[in-house]
């Protein structure tokens, strides 16, 4: 079974930059697709950025331009470079990999971005 971990969460201002990071207890490389999902608070959760094994990758409209997705295939690990932080972005960030047809989430990390 796959497991995730996300880190990188807390408290920023408008304006800012924070870096999430997702370990992934398996190779990444034999990942079917992996990505990050949010969910704010009274909200869905929805899709931040998401690429597939085949290297397609989709981000939400709201987060182009300012979010980086990244892989890092020696580590086994998932970054989110979060740029030109804004207060809607203000979430619980889940890391999300997709293996023999099955979804695995982790338990998420918090970040709150202040006005």
């Known amino acids: 079974q796959v497991r995730v971990v996300e880190s990188g969460g807390g408290l920023v201002q408008s304006g800012g930059s924070l870096r999430l990071s997702c370990a992934v207890s398996?190779?990444?490389?034999?990942?079917?697709?992996t990505g990050w999902y949010r969910q704010a608070p009274g909200k869905e959760r929805d899709l931040v950025v998401f690429i597939t094994g085949g290297g397609s990758i989709k981000y939400a409209d709201s987060v182009r331009g300012r979010f980086t997705m990244s892989r890092d295939f020696a580590k086994n690990t998932v970054d989110l470079q979060m740029n030109s932080l804004k207060p809607e972005d203000t979430a619980v960030y889940y890391c999300n990999v997709l293996h023999d047809g099955v979804y695995r989430w982790g338990k998420g990390t918090l970040v709150t971005v202040s006005s």
């Open positions: 398996r190779t990444i490389v034999s990942l079917d697709g």
